[in-house]
């Protein structure tokens, strides 16, 4: 029908706005949450617990313009209260436990997801913003939109 009225489809994300090559999202974020370079999927992205590389010492792809920020902590707590809220409240209707006990067991565990958790996430991030040419994987500098 659009094509009737002399309309163009429109395509919105992957490679059709940029015409640069797609890039393999669900790929990168894997190999992200793995700790590995999103591009090659062998070099480490991690030199430290949450600081990520330079660049990749295998493929050499530039990695330190990466913008995860917060949003790898805002996705943690998320996953980690759905998991530990959920927990909570199933053994609390199917048991008697003492204030004691429930502290025993949701702030260990609270603390053990979220830690075990924050360097995947963070990874992925950064996996998803290298496969959409975001912040800087674009080869392109990044500039502030101005605002009226």
């Not at 059709?16 to 990168?28: F, N």
């Amino acid at each position: 029908m659009p094509k009737e009225f002399g309309m163009e489809q429109q395509v919105f994300g992957g490679e059709h706005h940029s015409g640069r090559a797609a890039r393999p999202l669900w790929t990168a974020i894997k190999r992200g949450m793995l700790g590995r370079c999103p591009h090659c999927g062998k070099g480490k992205l991690f030199r430290a617990f949450t600081k990520s590389v330079d660049t990749c010492s295998v493929c050499g792809e530039e990695l330190h313009h990466h913008r995860a920020d917060d949003l790898p902590a805002y996705l943690v707590i998320v996953i980690v209260g759905h998991i530990v809220v959920g927990a909570f409240m199933t053994v609390e209707a199917t048991s008697t436990l003492t204030l004691w006990q429930h502290a025993l067991i949701w702030v260990p565990l609270t603390f053990g997801l979220a830690v075990a958790l924050l360097q995947p996430v963070k990874g992925a991030v950064i996996g998803l913003q290298w496969a959409l040419y975001m912040h800087g994987f674009s080869g392109e500098k990044d500039e502030l939109e101005p605002h009226s």
